[in-house]
Nanobody, 124 residues
């Protein structure tokens, strides 16, 4: 059974930090690439960051470069998103996703499996 479970969301003040986790199991754990997306109220889902299981190659959206860090623990089949210097515009539901692509990709359509999401709210 494919399963991606996010955790770590919450309420934080602007400038603060949060770390999101995504535990993968089933077929999703065999995916080549894992990524984080987010969806703010009234907006479309957008790419945040991606990482390859082998090599740990990362790719970030311009909006989060220098502030967010994606990482993975292969032994735990878990990926993380360390979010620093959070801004109110980072407020969104954050989704973990798995892709069968060989290289890190920002395209939503390249991701086959999705978690249920975790809410991140940044207050000003």
């Amino acid at each position: 059974q494919v399963r991606l479970v996010e955790s770590g969301g919450g309420l934080v003040q602007a400038g603060g930090s949060l770390r999101l986790s995504c535990a993968a199991s089933g077929r999703a754990s065999s995916s080549y690439v894992m990524g984080w997306f987010r969806q703010a109220p009234g907006k479309e889902r957008e790419f945040v960051a991606a990482i390859s299981w082998s090599g740990g190659v990362t790719y970030y959206a311009d909006s989060v470069k220098g502030r967010f860090t994606i990482s993975r623990d292969n032994t735990k089949n878990t990926i993380y998103l360390q979010m620093n210097s959070l801004k109110p515009e980072d407020t969104a539901v954050y989704y973990c996703a798995a892709s069968q692509m060989i290289f890190t990709t920002s395209s939503l359509s390249d991701y086959s499996y999705w978690g249920q999401g975790t809410q991140v709210t940044v207050s000003s």
